[in-house]
Nanobody, 123 residues
Framework: VQLQASGGGEVQAGWSLRVSCTVS????????IGWFRQAPGKEREWVSC????????YYGDSVKGRFTISRDNALNTVYLQMNSLKPEDTAVYYC?????????????????WGQGTQVTVSS
């Protein structure tokens, strides 16, 4: 299983950005994908998750109402649409997958990780 994160960049506060995670090596909807982020000097933080099958979605409190996770099974891609971005959203964003159904917030419960994409929000 391989994950490729892309779409990061530098934007101003209040703007939007969409990051993508392309997954290879799995059947289209049998994987659960989580997004995490890590700011300089901080621990990696769970952001959002979409589970396999019906695609239930979950969000961390800091992004709820601003971020939306979705998946395109035909493209084996999961998106994280980020609106109303704030400087505190600045981080490297990582996608990760679980071979077990169901979302989780703990890093150790994810089996495969992408390389990360930088998101920088300036004030």
């Amino acid at each position: 299983v391989q994950l490729q994160a892309s779409g990061g960049g530098e934007v101003q506060a209040g703007w939007s950005l969409r990051v993508s995670c392309t997954v290879s090596g799995v059947t289209r909807d049998e994987y659960t994908i989580g997004w995490f982020r890590q700011a300089p000097g901080k621990e990696r933080e769970w952001v959002s998750c979409i589970d396999s099958g019906v695609g239930r979605t979950y969000y961390g409190d800091s992004v709820k109402g601003r971020f939306t996770i979705s998946r395109d099974n035909a493209l084996n891609t999961v998106y994280l649409q980020m609106n109303s971005l704030k400087p505190e959203d600045t981080a490297v964003y990582y996608c990760a997958s679980r071979v077990t159904a169901g979302c989780a917030t703990q890093l150790g419960l994810y089996h495969y990780w992408g390389q990360g994409t930088q998101v920088t929000v300036s004030s």
